[in-house]
């Protein structure tokens, strides 16, 4: 079992900045390629960002490819989102997953794919 917890998120003008963080417990995350997705109010979650579990492969969502990256420490079980240049339009909860694979270099933004999910952090972009 693998517990999941992000932190980081908060309130921000626009264009401003957020790093979301998301730790792990139970089981070390090197053998997991790692997502955040987000929702919004009165939408259906949707796909951010991924990295593979050796770190040499990501892919990112066209809303967000330049403002956002993705990046993992697996000394220290943790994945991180830098978020630059927000816009009110990224308002959403962030929820980072964890998706067991036997691909050192793949990565999925297949919501299914993910076993385990954190609890998510909200993230709120004023105008």
């Known amino acids: 079992q693998v517990q999941l917890v992000e932190s980081g998120g908060g309130l921000v003008q626009a264009g401003g900045s957020l790093r979301l963080s998301c730790t792990a417990s139970?089981?070390?995350?090197?053998?997991?390629?790692l997502g955040w997705f987000r929702q919004a109010p009165g939408k259906e979650r949707e796909f951010v960002t991924a990295v593979s579990s050796n770190g040499g492969s990501t892919g990112y969502s066209d809303s967000v490819k330049g403002r956002f990256t993705i990046s993992r420490d697996n000394a220290k079980n943790t994945v991180f989102l830098q978020m630059n240049s927000l816009k009110p339009e990224d308002t959403a909860i962030y929820y980072c997953?964890?998706?067991?694979?036997?691909?050192?270099?793949?990565?999925?933004?297949?919501?299914?794919?993910?076993?385990?999910w954190g609890q998510g952090t909200q993230v709120t972009v004023s105008s």
């Open positions: 997953a964890a998706d067991r694979t036997s691909y050192a270099t793949a990565w999925t933004r297949q919501l299914r794919s993910y076993d385990y």
């Open positions: 139970g089981r070390f995350l090197s053998s997991y390629a």
